[in-house]
């Protein structure tokens, strides 16, 4: 199947910094990238739709502010956490359509946030 | 609003037992549904995809069913491995861009 690629895999951060997480295609286009959440022992939630070359969308309740999602080649969509809070810390996964594969989601390995 | 419950929420089997996991939404009108693995602290890893025109899909010792008129739909594990243990989680397109999960259901196999 498709491979998408996240990372960092794991990241420990100080609360206020800024940390930028990255998922990419690695062989195929992807014009819509997909962000989730992810709670111990719960589902993943999403957060935001990402496309490319324009601004993403964002589920209710999710800060946009707080969650800067920028999408700018056709491969790599990046979601950067501003302003970090502990709350902030969770599995943060990204996935991405491969249009050529109808309706097929593939998932990068997710990255783990902790913030100190 | 769709809603997607998996049952049970955990499962142990002995190994080389065939079990089933179980998936149930409440709006039928579905874009399709998508079996996942998930290992612990990892991403997800797509297993089944069927489509909202199929009725099933195999791919080795899974089968994944769809029932759209009950909102239902199975993923049939044969002769289960301690390898196959992993949380399941079944979600379901509403269209080609929103997908909604369920809480997935942990299995263990017992060597």
């Known amino acids: 199947g498709a491979v998408v690629s996240q990372h960092p895999s794991r990241v420990i951060c100080k609360s206020g910094t800024s940390v930028k997480i990255e998922c990419r295609s690695l062989d195929f286009q992807a014009t819509t990238m997909f962000w989730y959440r992810q709670f111990p022992k719960q589902s993943l939630m999403l957060m935001a739709t990402s496309n490319e070359g324009s601004k993403a969308t964002y589920e209710q309740g999710v800060e946009k502010d707080k969650f800067l999602i920028n999408h700018a080649s056709l491969t790599l969509s990046t979601l950067t956490v501003t302003s970090a809070h502990p709350e902030d810390s969770s599995f943060y996964i990204c996935?991405?359509?491969?249009?050529?594969?109808?309706?097929?989601?593939?998932f990068g390995e997710g990255s783990r946030l902790t913030v100190l | 609003k769709q809603e997607v419950t998996q049952i049970p929420a955990a499962l142990s089997v002995p190994e080389g037992e065939n079990l089933v996991l179980n998936c149930s939404f409440t709006d039928s009108a579905i874009y399709n549904l998508q079996w996942f693995r998930q290992d612990p602290g990892k991403g997800l890893t797509s297993l089944l995809l069927?489509?909202?025109?199929?009725r099933e899909q195999t791919s080795g010792r899974l089968n994944a069913s769809l029932d759209k008129s009950s909102g239902r739909s199975t993923l049939y594990i044969a002769a289960s491995q301690p390898g196959d243990s992993a949380t399941y989680l079944c979600a379901v397109g509403l269209n080609n861009n929103d997908m909604r999960f369920g809480a997935g259901t942990r299995l263990t196999v017992k060597p």
């Open positions: 996935s991405a359509r491969d249009s050529s594969l109808v309706g097929e989601l593939f």
């Open positions: 069927i489509q909202s025109s199929q």
